[in-house]
């Protein structure tokens, strides 16, 4: 091998992403909005919606980077043209906060965690009950897409799954 040959870490960093920084992969969208290779470094990844029994809509997303992993969670309602994400929070303390141990929002959710998600039957009370319990929560209106990652250019369509699971709600016609 010469000296040619070895790659420097700005080599590495710079064949990470394009000039653009959206990934060496395009965003790859699957069956019931699930998606994959999104982010700078195509690291975060999305499940099937799922239609919880209250008639909102649910999403983990994973964020695959390094030695902790992270998750949260999309939570949809299709009539109101509203979604939140649900994060673990660092201002709520578990034996999960370990600064190398993942931040996974299935440990705060029933049936492992305090919240239940299909108790509540609408998106503000449930954002309410999640933040009494120190999970993050931000809100997100249909209108405009998310972000999948802050600074990445892929991003989310919120409606995805009201076109999917109720093609004739208002939420449906979002993006």
Do not use: W
Request: net charge negative.
């Amino acid at each position: 091998m010469n000296a040619d040959s070895y790659l420097h870490a700005n080599d590495v960093s710079r064949l990470l992403y394009d000039d653009d920084e959206v990934g060496l992969f395009p965003m790859a969208h699957g069956k019931q909005c699930s998606f994959a290779f999104a982010g700078m470094f195509d690291s975060v990844f999305g499940s099937p919606v799922t239609v919880l029994q209250n008639g909102l809509l649910a999403q983990t997303v994973i964020i695959a980077e390094g030695c902790a992993p992270e998750t949260y969670m999309l939570v949809s309602d299709c009539e109101a043209e509203q979604a939140i994400r649900l994060s673990a929070s660092q201002d709520r303390p578990t034996d999960l906060d370990i600064a190398s141990s993942p931040k996974l929002i299935g440990e705060l959710i029933s049936p492992k965690g305090e919240l239940d998600i299909v108790a509540e039957t609408s998106i503000d009370k449930l954002a309410q009950n999640a933040m009494n319990m120190g999970i993050a929560v931000d809100a997100f209106e249909f209108s405009a897409p998310l972000e999948v990652q802050p600074g990445s250019v892929d991003t989310i369509d919120l409606a995805c799954g009201c076109r999917y699971f109720f093609p004739d709600s208002s939420g449906s016609r979002g993006q």
